[in-house]
């Protein structure tokens, strides 16, 4: 059953500390999406990869987000330092290429509490 | 404008009628739209896509894409307390994908 996987599923974190997500997409997906929803906001394209390089970040506060893919099966969004502010769900996201690259399959996010 | 529009809701509808949910967007040189369902603290998940004018069916969610109205909408006929889910519309353009923010269906039994 190919699923996308994220970790940690919650995440309780002071302001100021370092937050760490992680992804695994679906193995021979080659393209990642990293989304924030928030009630107010909705769903946010944070950033998207494609055969692991960065293809869109501007949805991302370059100051404390950074995203990465080291490699195939891992892609990473750091917030580093963290604020109340970036309370919310982040999901991961991929897809195969081509045409189909915007039929997502999301991971179950990671809830993030900034206190 | 907000590139991708919806209604919010909530769309309440009685158990064994026609839900439809409509989605407008701005964007005219979009190519790709897409309706995903969320559940309640759950992620999106995929249940439509359409590519070209037209309706296309599946099971009992129907897509309609209207291009020159640069509108879509979803029905769901014979609508189950199982389909109440917020409805998130997608529109796919040049590397780059636009989410709407949703429309909460509740259907009565």
């Known amino acids: 059953d190919a699923r996308v996987t994220q970790t940690p599923r919650h995440k309780v974190t002071e302001m100021g500390q370092e937050v760490t997500m992680r992804c695994q997409p679906i193995?021979?997906?080659?393209?990642v999406f990293w989304y924030r929803q928030t009630m107010m906001q909705g769903l946010e394209l944070l950033a998207y990869?494609?055969?692991?390089?960065?293809?869109?970040d501007s949805g991302m506060p370059k100051d404390r987000f950074s995203a990465e893919m080291p490699d195939a099966t891992l892609a990473t969004l750091k917030i580093q330092p963290s604020e109340p502010r970036d309370s919310a769900v982040y999901f991961c996201a991929s897809s195969l290429p081509g045409r189909a690259v915007y039929e997502q399959y999301f991971g179950p996010g990671t809830r993030l509490t900034v206190t | 404008q907000k590139e991708v529009e919806q209604n919010s809701g909530p769309l309440s509808v009685p158990e064994g009628a026609i839900a439809s949910l409509n989605c407008t967007y701005s964007d005219r040189g979009s190519q790709s739209f897409f309706w995903y369902r969320q559940y309640s603290g759950k992620s999106p998940e995929l249940i439509m896509s359409?590519?070209?004018?037209g309706d296309k069916e599946d099971g009992r969610f129907t897509a309609q894409l209207n291009k020159a109205s640069q509108y879509v909408s979803l029905l769901i006929r014979d609508s189950q307390p199982s389909d109440s889910a917020t409805y998130l519309c997608?529109?796919?353009?040049?590397?780059?994908?636009?989410f709407g923010t949703g429309t909460k269906l509740q259907v009565i039994p």
């Open positions: 997608a529109v796919g353009g040049y590397q780059k994908v636009t």
């Open positions: 359409i590519y070209s004018n």
């Open positions: 193995l021979g997906h080659n393209t």
């Open positions: 990869f494609r055969n692991r390089a960065p293809l869109d």
